[in-house]
């Protein structure tokens, strides 16, 4: 399905500064000349408008490219690997655990190619970038954007250069390597390779997805929302709660859920927007607790790899997000990540990496806390799977019961099993 | 999405031998009393042409329950997690790497929950589990089948109980271990823990999805075949390549290729099977080759665990379809498999297990031996996911450049990195 030609005139008017309004090109940039904001795709809303339709959307590729009227690409060659449209879970046993009435999970860590959320947030920059001339790609990650990157690169056939921290999980490493791009893994936390890479791209001129193609790349999440809201009939949900890493992801949702309501195709409602942080790395939960309009950078130290940023670049739209939209941002520590994946294992048969269980034990926390209406529609968002990230779950897992190949080996260690638990259950009755 | 009800009379009319043509009723039995055939899920083909056509298929859930009247299921309770509808990818840099016009990948390396082609078969083992009364369940495994089962199992709120070989991949037992299900890892061959579940599953009654349950689990990898049809806009391949485990996947897709031209949704024309396996577990190939009509078990020696089935169930009937469409099976050696899997991320970006490396390696090895026309629409099969099995490949992906966070570092290590290829390629020359 790579380049799926779709019969349409592009929406995408340019890019403005989210500071000050200023206009520029739909070009590699991503930090206003005048005030140093971020630059923002611009949409003609009008045109959109007036194309698109349930019908239209159903009707449109089985990929997050059935929304290519809000993605920032102008021309017809898509890459289009079956990114998107990941299961939207009706949540039965944990919903009933936590005591909610209608709690949904979606599934990111199934997504294509390369199991999270970065699947779309790439398919959109290295289309954008294809078209604005790049042949050389490049991004600096804390490992699923690696592995997206890395994969979907291989795919279109550009070139590929990989930025990582040097003390990444093994299963991040070899997912981006295998897929044969130069990686280099820099002595350094994300927010120094991210520094780094800014440099590389001024003196390369490559296309950075995360830094100069930052406009079209943070876009791709938007499909987040889009995709919820189809998935619920075209309504929007009451409430979602959603890792924070940069904030990309979560004011993208936002924006996603605005963009529908402003061009018709849901009612206008509130949704209540929830983040999520390990409390290794924490300043968004820091700063909204601390009734802060400003975010203070701090040194990750937290098994959530993928989500510690210490100094996020979307940090302060999404403690406004937050604060106006009546949702809270919270964190928790190291153990409570690995509890929450194995309670969304254990309850859902889903496996996500400590991302998805940041999220899921926010999600009880703030349940506990009564932050969350048992009533509302919530949505989870699950951003990746937990094959990326087994070192951090492992000694945590439990172990197998080693048996002989016979009958008998097996109910000797079934009834020792089974004792072992009555003894569990006998002291936690002491 | 679990239990999506379904207005629909059930089309399944029971089990039937497969070699004497005796009928039982649709109950937790495999074997025939008669002959000791195996058995097969029996449906009325005229209630399924009068109420099936494209468009209830299309109008039906996003999962493998869109072709549920295909399906040995009789109730109303289904378990979809959103299992199934994977990406049919047509390949471009594969495909002119091979030298074919028409390639296509099926991608059940990002199959929902746990990332391959079981999450199919244990779906409908499962619902059909519940529908007969089962509390507990269970599976003799070589990992994938460990994963779906405790996964869904997980899901459903059903007990579990996995038997695995005690030498299985670190990604798999902790993909298993992680769902809570009890885990018993055998001292033994994938053979010998299929034969000691056939003795606990008459001892305890549990539903074993490959051995009680076998004629329902078996049946749901026809979900590869019709998907493949429906994603190719309802015409059938020409030809496609599959791996070869049991022979129960292969076999399978070949029946459901069968039941679509049975019920009229696709034209009848022929499709050349192909089956791939590993060159240390290849009883089916070895009995290909020699023009055998029997297979003669051996014992596996392969990185390809999770097709390292030495004494194949279904496989006479993988050589019978094999010979009679026209495909060929072969094998290929562990270092081709590495080269398979290399092969696929770096060309298409899809990472997957040793299983799908030995398919994308046969396919070549066909292709080069001509047994592959460039014209043909070619269906290849990616049955399961490479972050399970990152020991196989870990040593064969190349290390990342390691650097400090400094652009002096990075172009240091560039150049030598550009040296280091321009020596490779001038010896490449010599």
Known sequence: MTQTPIRSTS???????????????????HVCEWCFGPLEAAYDYEAIRSRVSHQSIAAGPRSIWRYRPFLPVSGERLIDLGTGLTPLIRSERLARRLGLKALYLKNDAVNVPSLSFK??????ALTRARELGFTTV???????????TAAIAAHAGLECYIFIPADLEAGKVL????????????????????????????????????????PYYSEGSKTLAFEVAEQLDWQLPDHVVAPIASGSLYTKIYKGFQELIKT????????????????????????FRGG???????????????????????????????????????DVSDSE?????????????IFTETAGGTTVAVLKKLVEAGQIDPEETTVVYITGNGLKTQEAIA????????????LASFERALERARTLDRLDWQQTLV
């Open 11 to 29: 929406t995408l008017r340019g890019l403005r500064c989210r500071e000050c309004g200023a206009e520029y090109a739909a070009e590699a940039r």
């Open 175 to 214: 997912g981006t390597l295998i897929y044969g791009p130069q990686v280099l893994a820099v002595d350094g936390n994300y927010d120094q390779v991210n520094r780094l890479c800014s440099e590389v791209a001024d003196r390369h001129g490559w296309g950075f997805v995360n830094i100069n193609l930052r």
């Open 119 to 124: 699947d779309r947030v790439v398919s959109v």
């Open 138 to 148: 490049s991004c600096a990650s804390t490992g699923n954007l690696a592995n997206a």
């Open 292 to 330: 802060q309009d400003f975010v203070t950078p701090v040194k990750p130290a937290t098994i959530a790899k993928s989500i510690a940023i210490g100094n996020p670049a979307d940090g302060i739209y999404a403690l406004d997000i937050a604060r106006k939209s009546g949702g809270s941002i919270a």
């Open 337 to 349: 990540i690995i509890e929450g994946i194995k309670l969304l294992a254990q309850t859902e048969g």
């Open 264 to 287: 018709g195709l849901v009612a206008d409602k509130p949704v209540r927007m929830s983040g999520a942080q390990a409390s290794g790395c924490s300043p968004v939960a820091e700063a």
């Open 395 to 406: 000694p945590y897992a439990g172990e197998p019961l080693q048996i002989e190949p016979s």
